[in-house]
């Protein structure tokens, strides 16, 4: 098949998991077109079967802003004429969603007709898209998709709940990639963090308020107070500052680490003993998985899709939102034992495996074929 890949290319879920997929599906023989501002943060070295078709967003002097939207949709149409694509996957439903069915229209009033797949990856709809202003719009084009998914039952039922959705949403989760996401032997790099084996407990996120990281630093500051540890902060954003004052202002300076956007984050994960996730929405929990494939166990919220992932008593322990006493409680109940948190280690593996790359790649492969045909069914 020849799929366009259509996302934003940050370090958040959507971008990430997006990229990944198209990777996977290429490495399989599909030919992927990658259609987006900027190249995306996981799209390094060349890959065959893997094409990228940047999207131009000059400023026009006529505009306070740049029409992007606009752009994209001309890139969008200039792709599938010339690359003749099979499918349009456009991850996160704004504006992706919409600019692809402007883009399919233009297409149709050629006599070309080209399906669209939208994923919803969360905040797209559950922060931005139940925006008033965004809902019609947001609403339309995703009854206006070929096929629709989602990364979890959660986000599934808070679209319906949301908006007046006709089209059946198909749940696919999000995935991991196992030849990157594996323990292995760091020693020398947990000793240069760790110089006297204290516990290692990491965060990594984009620092949205919604992600509550000074959470994040009062329970670390609990568990410090029983148990020689250190904390690694990776990644960056609006709330770092923030975090950074109000560690300063407990004194844990030289306990918590900030070190910022990191593309090896896996090598990070492999020295960590327990990973911390405090956010108050959350549609899946991908970073969550990205530690569990790395035997690292997860203290989280319940936020969300969260629950489908880390298992209470299992993988971890999820707590209420907020609620960082329990979490600093259940935090110490898997590093004061050596023989317990070897326990959740081998638990949270094996739940990782679960959404193993190649288990979830033939679901949207399947899913590709079935919406290729339908639409090929309803235009004869």
Not at 121 to 148: C, M, Q, R, W, Y
Not at 276 to 283: D, G, I, P, Q, R
Not at 352 to 359: E, L, V
Request: proline residues 3%.
């Amino acid at each position: 098949m020849k799929i366009g890949i259509v996302c934003y290319p940050t370090y958040g879920g959507s971008g990430v998991i997006a990229t990944e997929l198209g990777l996977g599906l290429a490495r399989k023989g599909h030919q992927i077109h990658f259609i987006t501002y900027r190249r995306p943060a996981r799209l390094g070295h060349f890959q065959e079967n893997v094409f990228y078709h940047e999207v131009d967003t000059s400023d026009y002097p006529l505009f306070e802003f740049p029409p992007y939207e606009t752009a994209l949709a001309g890139k969008m149409v200039d792709v599938v004429r010339f690359e003749n694509l099979d499918l349009l996957h456009v991850h996160y439903a704004i504006p992706h969603a919409a600019v692809a069915y402007m883009a399919k229209k233009i297409l149709l009033s050629e006599g070309r007709y080209v399906p669209v797949i939208t994923t919803l990856h969360g905040t797209d709809i559950t922060l931005v898209g139940n925006n008033s202003a965004f809902k019609p719009v947001i609403e339309f084009s995703i009854n206006k998709s070929d096929g629709v998914t989602a990364v979890s039952d959660h986000l599934k039922q808070q679209t319906y709940d949301y908006f007046n959705i006709k089209k059946d949403i198909r749940v696919i989760p999000n995935f991991i990639d196992f030849d990157r996401f594996k323990r292995s032997n760091k020693e020398h790099f947990r000793k240069a963090i760790a110089l006297d084996n204290e516990r290692i407990l990491i965060h990594v996120s984009n620092f949205r308020k919604v992600k509550r990281v000074e959470d994040v630093i009062s329970v670390f500051a609990k568990v410090n107070e029983q148990l020689a540890s250190k904390l690694l902060l990776i990644g960056d954003g609006p709330e770092r500052w923030n975090a950074e004052s109000y560690s300063r202002s407990l004194g844990l300076g030289d306990q918590i680490r900030f070190l910022g956007k990191q593309d090896a984050i896996e090598e990070l994960l492999a020295v960590s003993d327990l990973f911390l996730l405090t956010s108050e929405k959350e549609s899946f929990g991908l970073a969550a998985l990205e530690a569990m494939a790395c035997e690292v166990p997860v203290i989280s919220t319940n936020a969300g899709g969260i629950p489908e992932v880390n298992i209470h008593g299992v993988t971890g322990f999820v707590s209420d939102i907020g609620d960082v006493n329990d979490m600093a409680k259940n935090a110490i109940t898997i590093l004061s034992s050596e023989e317990t948190l070897t326990t959740f280690r081998t638990q949270a593996l094996a739940q990782a495996r679960r959404f193993d790359i190649n288990n979830i790649l033939p679901i949207y492969e399947e899913y590709y074929e079935e919406i290729i045909e339908a639409s090929n069914l309803s235009n004869e």
